[in-house]
Structure formats: structure tokens, C-alpha cells
């Protein structure tokens, strides 16, 4: 592959908000783990634990994790940001308001905006499911690697026309996770991949994240 072609394939992927409900073959799920798994890790440790969902078993988590997310109270295993501040609230809000106003809700109505960030629960319609967890003994550095296996799962599924997002949305309810797949209590949950086929014609799938220029983060030591 010619970085060209890695572009292209960094550009074509995005966090899909809307899935069509037609599964994807498990070979090729397998498919996309493999690809994932060859991703480095700190002393080749390979922390991550992957749980799949398909068919029912999706449907069925999508149900108790909405009942959950309605009645329940976020506790997730990693502490999330304490605050986002300077360019990180700017992203942050930028991209917040592009998916308001590709789906239609205006500024200020908050009743709109709490029912589109519902449809997190709802694994956006995906047919599949990811749940990555690592070893709590592996601290950050597990969730560090990890983090880069969620990055090439959503690269490898990409370049085999499968839509993926990330969310650490279904994560912050970790007791529910861990009693709901049975997640022994010595593993982090790290966040949830909702994966299948992207509804290309979805309102939500109209809007594209922008990112920071080289000039931005680059810090010459010459």
C-alpha cells in the first residue's frame, strides 16, 4: 500500500451514526480481528479481549442497554476527561454542532439534542457489537494499546466497505457490561465498536469531522 492509498483509506473512514441491519459474515469479522491484532503493544502484551454481538444477542443487549442508560447512572471503569478546554472544547463543540445540523436539531433545544445522543444506546441500528476490555493490572498502557487496535479494527473493517464507530458512550456503564457478558472485574471495559453497513442515505452520516493542520501539533526539535 503507497501512503496515497493509506490517505485515502484514512479519509473514506469515518464514525458511522446510522447502519443498515444486514449482519456481516462472521469470516469476515474474524477477518477484520486478525488485521487489527497485528497492531504494536507495549512488551507485545496483545491486552486487548474482544466480545462480539450478532443477531438476537445485539438486539438483545440493545434493549437492556437503553433500559440501562434510561434508568441507570454512568460508571465507567476509565475515568472520563475531567474537562475539555481551549482547541479540545473547540473540536469538541464543532463537532457536536455538525451533527445537530446534519440531522436538523436546532441550537437550543436540548429535549432534540438529548434524543440524538440516545441513539448512542441504540448502537446506532448496527447489527454488531465490539466490547474491548483490557487488564486492569496493564493500567494505561493496556488501555494505550488497546487504543490502537480500536484504530486499526475501524481501518481494516473500512478497507472491506464495513462502517464503524467507536463509542465511549456505551462504556460508562461498566457494571451493567461487566454483569451483562459476564466481564470479570479484573478487566478495564475501554469502550464499545458498533459496526455493519453504513446507511449512506441517513441524515447522520451527511457530515464529515474536520482536523488540525501539521503546523498544529508538530513541535520541531532540530
Keep these: 500500500m503507497t501512503l496515497s492509498e493509506l490517505n485515502k483509506l484514512l479519509d473514506e473512514r469515518h464514525s458511522c451514526r446510522a447502519f443498515r441491519p444486514d449482519p456481516i459474515p462472521k469470516d469476515q469479522i ?11 503493544s507495549w512488551c507485545n502484551a496483545q491486552p486487548w479481549d474482544v466480545i462480539v ?15 440501562e442508560a434510561t434508568t441507570g447512572a454512568p460508571a465507567p471503569d476509565l475515568p472520563f476527561p475531567t474537562s475539555y478546554s481551549g ?29 440524538q445522543m440516545m441513539q448512542n444506546f441504540t448502537l446506532f441500528g448496527a447489527p454488531h457489537c465490539a466490547i474491548v476490555s483490557s487488564p486492569a493490572e496493564l493500567g494505561p498502557y493496556g488501555a494505550m494499546d488497546c487504543g490502537g487496535f480500536i484504530t486499526a479494527f475501524t481501518l481494516a473493517a473500512q ?5 464503524t464507530i467507536p463509542q465511549a458512550a ?29 446507511d449512506s442515505e441517513h441524515l447522520a452520516n451527511g457530515f464529515r469531522t474536520t482536523r488540525a493542520a501539521p503546523s498544529e501539533f508538530i513541535t520541531w526539535a532540530d
Design 30 to 40: 474474524e477477518q477484520i480481528l486478525t488485521s487489527a491484532a497485528r497492531v504494536p
Design 53 to 67: 454481538t450478532s443477531g438476537a444477542q445485539t438486539d438483545t443487549f440493545r434493549k437492556a442497554l437503553q433500559e
Design 87 to 115: 482547541v479540545y472544547k473547540d473540536r469538541r463543540r464543532e463537532c457536536g454542532w455538525a451533527l445537530y445540523e446534519a440531522v436538523g436539531v436546532e441550537r437550543g433545544d436540548r429535549s432534540a439534542s438529548a434524543k
Design 159 to 163: 478497507a472491506v466497505g464495513v462502517a
Design 170 to 198: 456505551v462504556a460508562s456503564y461498566g457494571p451493567f457490561l461487566h454483569r451483562f457478558f459476564n466481564i470479570p472485574d479484573d478487566r478495564l471495559i475501554l469502550c464499545a465498536i458498533s459496526f455493519g453497513y453504513a
